[in-house]
Protein backbone atom coordinates (compact mmCIF):
# COMPACT_ATOMS: atom_id res chain seq x y z
CA UNK A 1 0.00 0.00 0.00
CA UNK A 2 0.98 3.36 -0.86
CA UNK A 3 -0.30 7.02 -0.18
CA UNK A 4 0.12 10.42 -1.12
CA UNK A 5 -1.46 13.79 0.08
CA UNK A 6 -2.59 16.26 -2.23
CA UNK A 7 -3.07 19.68 -2.40
CA UNK A 8 -7.00 20.93 -3.08
CA UNK A 9 -6.24 21.96 -6.29
CA UNK A 10 -7.52 20.39 -9.69
CA UNK A 11 -4.04 20.68 -10.96
CA UNK A 12 -3.01 17.76 -8.96
CA UNK A 13 -4.70 15.64 -11.26
CA UNK A 14 -1.59 14.93 -13.56
CA UNK A 15 0.68 14.43 -10.11
CA UNK A 16 -1.54 11.36 -8.69
CA UNK A 17 -2.03 9.76 -12.19
CA UNK A 18 1.92 9.78 -12.31
CA UNK A 19 2.03 8.31 -8.67
CA UNK A 20 -1.00 5.47 -9.17
CA UNK A 21 0.81 4.52 -13.13
CA UNK A 22 4.70 4.29 -11.45
CA UNK A 23 2.89 2.09 -8.76
CA UNK A 24 1.11 0.32 -11.26
CA UNK A 25 4.23 0.15 -13.76
CA UNK A 26 6.45 -1.54 -10.87
CA UNK A 27 3.54 -3.97 -10.17
CA UNK A 28 4.03 -4.98 -14.52
CA UNK A 29 0.08 -4.08 -14.47
CA UNK A 30 -0.18 -0.77 -16.07
CA UNK A 31 -1.75 -1.33 -19.47
CA UNK A 32 -2.67 2.14 -22.05
CA UNK A 33 -6.70 1.22 -21.86
CA UNK A 34 -6.28 0.75 -17.55
CA UNK A 35 -3.93 4.15 -17.38
CA UNK A 36 -6.98 5.83 -19.86
CA UNK A 37 -9.63 4.41 -17.23
CA UNK A 38 -7.29 5.72 -14.34
CA UNK A 39 -6.72 8.60 -15.42
CA UNK A 40 -10.47 9.67 -16.21
CA UNK A 41 -11.69 7.92 -12.68
CA UNK A 42 -8.55 10.24 -10.35
CA UNK A 43 -9.90 13.45 -12.54
CA UNK A 44 -13.50 13.11 -12.08
CA UNK A 45 -12.93 12.51 -8.47
CA UNK A 46 -10.58 14.96 -7.87
CA UNK A 47 -12.95 17.68 -9.23
CA UNK A 48 -16.04 16.46 -7.60
CA UNK A 49 -14.42 16.45 -4.18
CA UNK A 50 -12.43 20.28 -4.80
CA UNK A 51 -15.51 21.96 -6.30
CA UNK A 52 -18.22 19.78 -4.33
CA UNK A 53 -16.74 18.93 -1.49
CA UNK A 54 -14.50 21.58 -0.75
CA UNK A 55 -16.59 24.47 -2.78
CA UNK A 56 -13.33 24.85 -5.00
CA UNK A 57 -9.93 25.43 -4.58
CA UNK A 58 -8.81 24.97 -1.28
CA UNK A 59 -5.80 24.48 1.17
CA UNK A 60 -7.17 21.81 2.50
CA UNK A 61 -5.55 18.27 1.36
CA UNK A 62 -6.82 14.98 -0.37
CA UNK A 63 -5.09 12.10 0.96
CA UNK A 64 -5.34 8.76 -1.46
CA UNK A 65 -3.95 5.48 -0.87
CA UNK A 66 -3.08 2.66 -3.54
CA UNK A 67 -3.04 -0.85 -2.96
CA UNK A 68 -3.21 -4.24 -5.67
CA UNK A 69 -4.17 -7.03 -3.92
CA UNK A 70 -5.53 -10.49 -5.39
CA UNK A 71 -5.46 -8.62 -9.72
CA UNK A 72 -7.41 -5.78 -7.55
CA UNK A 73 -6.54 -2.06 -7.75
CA UNK A 74 -7.88 -0.21 -4.39
CA UNK A 75 -7.54 3.62 -4.13
CA UNK A 76 -9.37 5.16 -1.24
CA UNK A 77 -9.39 8.98 -1.34
CA UNK A 78 -9.93 11.04 1.64
CA UNK A 79 -10.86 14.76 2.43
CA UNK A 80 -11.82 17.01 5.21
CA UNK A 81 -14.69 18.88 3.44
CA UNK A 82 -17.94 18.85 5.24
CA UNK A 83 -19.93 15.82 4.87
CA UNK A 84 -20.61 14.90 1.01
CA UNK A 85 -21.01 11.46 -0.66
CA UNK A 86 -20.18 12.20 -3.84
CA UNK A 87 -21.88 8.32 -4.86
CA UNK A 88 -25.27 10.27 -4.35
CA UNK A 89 -25.20 12.41 -7.12
CA UNK A 90 -27.84 11.46 -9.74
CA UNK A 91 -27.15 11.90 -13.47
CA UNK A 92 -30.12 10.89 -15.37
CA UNK A 93 -29.01 10.96 -19.11
CA UNK A 94 -26.59 13.33 -21.39
CA UNK A 95 -29.29 16.15 -21.34
CA UNK A 96 -28.67 16.81 -17.07
CA UNK A 97 -25.74 18.38 -17.14
CA UNK A 98 -25.56 18.39 -13.57
CA UNK A 99 -21.44 19.46 -12.60
CA UNK A 100 -21.45 16.06 -10.50
CA UNK A 101 -23.46 13.42 -12.25
CA UNK A 102 -21.72 12.78 -14.98
CA UNK A 103 -18.26 12.20 -14.26
CA UNK A 104 -19.97 10.37 -10.85
CA UNK A 105 -21.35 8.08 -13.97
CA UNK A 106 -18.06 7.82 -15.43
CA UNK A 107 -16.72 6.68 -12.28
CA UNK A 108 -19.20 4.11 -11.32
CA UNK A 109 -18.42 2.71 -14.97
CA UNK A 110 -15.14 2.27 -14.87
CA UNK A 111 -14.47 0.90 -11.38
CA UNK A 112 -16.22 -2.30 -10.45
CA UNK A 113 -17.00 -1.08 -6.63
CA UNK A 114 -17.64 2.03 -4.79
CA UNK A 115 -17.90 2.93 -1.80
CA UNK A 116 -18.48 6.18 0.41
CA UNK A 117 -18.18 6.57 4.45
CA UNK A 118 -17.88 9.59 6.53
CA UNK A 119 -15.00 8.70 9.59
CA UNK A 120 -13.77 10.92 11.95
CA UNK A 121 -14.92 14.30 10.08
CA UNK A 122 -13.73 13.05 6.70
CA UNK A 123 -14.94 11.65 3.69
CA UNK A 124 -13.74 8.77 1.90
CA UNK A 125 -14.17 7.28 -1.01
CA UNK A 126 -12.75 4.13 -1.90
CA UNK A 127 -12.82 2.76 -5.51
CA UNK A 128 -11.73 -0.91 -6.43
CA UNK A 129 -11.24 -2.12 -10.37
CA UNK A 130 -10.17 -5.84 -11.19
CA UNK A 131 -7.32 -6.12 -13.22
CA UNK B 1 -1.48 17.01 -22.01
CA UNK B 2 -2.14 19.88 -23.28
CA UNK B 3 -4.72 20.92 -25.48
CA UNK B 4 -4.18 22.39 -29.35
CA UNK B 5 -7.48 23.97 -31.46
CA UNK B 6 -7.27 24.80 -35.23
CA UNK B 7 -10.36 26.58 -36.60
CA UNK B 8 -10.56 26.82 -40.06
CA UNK B 9 -13.35 28.30 -42.28
CA UNK B 10 -15.06 26.45 -45.14
CA UNK B 11 -18.13 28.49 -47.21
CA UNK B 12 -19.50 25.08 -47.51
CA UNK B 13 -18.83 23.20 -43.96
CA UNK B 14 -19.48 26.36 -41.83
CA UNK B 15 -16.49 26.39 -39.13
CA UNK B 16 -14.07 22.96 -38.31
CA UNK B 17 -12.92 22.77 -35.35
CA UNK B 18 -10.02 20.33 -34.81
CA UNK B 19 -8.79 19.21 -31.51
CA UNK B 20 -5.51 17.78 -30.43
CA UNK B 21 -4.11 16.29 -27.20
CA UNK B 22 -6.12 16.32 -24.33
CA UNK B 23 -9.67 18.14 -23.41
CA UNK B 24 -10.23 17.83 -19.76
CA UNK B 25 -10.48 20.34 -16.30
CA UNK B 26 -7.63 22.51 -17.16
CA UNK B 27 -8.26 22.56 -21.03
CA UNK B 28 -11.79 23.04 -21.17
CA UNK B 29 -11.88 26.44 -20.89
CA UNK B 30 -9.44 27.19 -23.51
CA UNK B 31 -12.25 25.25 -25.90
CA UNK B 32 -14.70 27.35 -24.37
CA UNK B 33 -13.16 30.46 -24.72
CA UNK B 34 -12.80 29.87 -28.54
CA UNK B 35 -15.90 28.64 -29.36
CA UNK B 36 -17.39 31.93 -27.60
CA UNK B 37 -15.27 34.03 -30.18
CA UNK B 38 -15.94 31.70 -32.99
CA UNK B 39 -19.18 30.64 -33.12
CA UNK B 40 -22.43 32.43 -33.04
CA UNK B 41 -25.80 32.42 -34.74
CA UNK B 42 -24.06 33.11 -38.07
CA UNK B 43 -22.28 29.96 -38.11
CA UNK B 44 -24.38 27.05 -39.88
CA UNK B 45 -22.51 24.43 -39.00
CA UNK B 46 -19.53 23.30 -36.48
CA UNK B 47 -17.96 20.20 -37.46
CA UNK B 48 -15.51 19.26 -34.30
CA UNK B 49 -13.08 17.01 -35.50
CA UNK B 50 -11.46 14.50 -32.50
CA UNK B 51 -8.84 12.55 -35.00
CA UNK B 52 -6.13 13.52 -32.63
CA UNK B 53 -7.72 14.03 -29.31
CA UNK B 54 -6.02 11.55 -26.97
CA UNK B 55 -8.14 12.19 -23.58
CA UNK B 56 -12.24 13.56 -22.71
CA UNK B 57 -13.33 13.60 -19.35
CA UNK B 58 -16.73 15.27 -18.14
CA UNK B 59 -15.07 19.02 -18.30
CA UNK B 60 -15.00 18.66 -22.00
CA UNK B 61 -18.04 16.74 -22.77
CA UNK B 62 -19.91 19.91 -20.96
CA UNK B 63 -18.02 22.57 -23.66
CA UNK B 64 -18.80 19.78 -26.34
CA UNK B 65 -22.98 19.34 -25.02
CA UNK B 66 -22.92 23.57 -24.62
CA UNK B 67 -22.45 24.05 -27.87
CA UNK B 68 -24.65 21.50 -29.86
CA UNK B 69 -27.06 23.56 -27.94
CA UNK B 70 -26.09 26.78 -29.45
CA UNK B 71 -25.96 24.73 -32.31
CA UNK B 72 -28.99 24.06 -32.09
CA UNK B 73 -30.99 27.40 -30.90
CA UNK B 74 -30.23 28.65 -34.56
CA UNK B 75 -30.86 25.23 -36.13
CA UNK B 76 -27.65 24.90 -37.26
CA UNK B 77 -25.64 21.50 -37.83
CA UNK B 78 -23.23 20.35 -35.28
CA UNK B 79 -21.27 17.15 -36.05
CA UNK B 80 -18.72 15.49 -34.55
CA UNK B 81 -15.80 13.69 -37.15
CA UNK B 82 -12.87 10.37 -36.06
CA UNK B 83 -13.49 9.54 -32.13
CA UNK B 84 -10.69 7.87 -30.94
CA UNK B 85 -11.83 4.33 -29.25
CA UNK B 86 -11.03 5.47 -26.11
CA UNK B 87 -12.88 8.89 -26.69
CA UNK B 88 -16.04 7.02 -27.70
CA UNK B 89 -15.92 4.85 -24.98
CA UNK B 90 -16.52 8.21 -23.09
CA UNK B 91 -19.62 9.28 -24.94
CA UNK B 92 -21.14 5.87 -24.53
CA UNK B 93 -21.00 5.52 -20.72
CA UNK B 94 -23.18 8.82 -20.23
CA UNK B 95 -25.26 7.22 -23.22
CA UNK B 96 -24.81 10.79 -25.26
CA UNK B 97 -24.08 9.37 -28.82
CA UNK B 98 -28.02 9.14 -29.56
CA UNK B 99 -28.46 13.04 -29.53
CA UNK B 100 -25.13 13.74 -31.77
CA UNK B 101 -24.31 13.84 -35.26
CA UNK B 102 -21.25 11.38 -34.68
CA UNK B 103 -19.40 10.00 -37.93
CA UNK B 104 -16.82 7.56 -38.29
CA UNK B 105 -14.85 9.52 -40.97
CA UNK B 106 -15.01 12.24 -43.65
CA UNK B 107 -16.43 10.02 -46.23
CA UNK B 108 -19.49 9.29 -43.93
CA UNK B 109 -19.74 12.59 -43.34
CA UNK B 110 -19.17 13.51 -46.84
CA UNK B 111 -22.03 10.87 -47.78
CA UNK B 112 -24.30 12.40 -44.64
CA UNK B 113 -24.02 15.85 -46.04
CA UNK B 114 -24.75 15.15 -49.78
CA UNK B 115 -28.21 13.37 -48.69
CA UNK B 116 -29.07 16.11 -46.49
CA UNK B 117 -28.39 18.66 -49.21
CA UNK B 118 -30.75 16.33 -51.65
CA UNK B 119 -33.54 16.41 -49.24
CA UNK B 120 -33.24 20.04 -49.69
CA UNK B 121 -33.18 20.15 -53.38
CA UNK B 122 -35.70 17.78 -53.63
CA UNK B 123 -38.35 19.94 -51.33
CA UNK B 124 -38.28 17.60 -48.55
Known amino acids: MRSISLAGDTAECGRLTDFVRQYLQEHAVATQELMYDLQLVIEEVLVNIIHHGYGNTTDDRIEVEIELHDNSLTLTFSDSASAFDPLAQKFDSADDHCDGGMGIELVKSLTDSQHYRRKRGRNILTLSKKL | ?124
Not at chain 2, 5 to 21: M, S
Not at chain 2, 45 to 54: G, N, Q
Not at chain 2, 97 to 104: A, R, Y
Request: charged share 30%; hydrophobic share 40%.
Open chain 2, 1 to 124: MPLEITITDDPKEGKRIALAGSLDTATAPQLQDKIDEHVDAGVHMVIMDFRRLEFLSSAGLRVIFRTKKLMDSHNGRFLLLNLQPQVRKVFEIIKALDGMNVFKDQEEMDEYLTAMQNKVLNGE
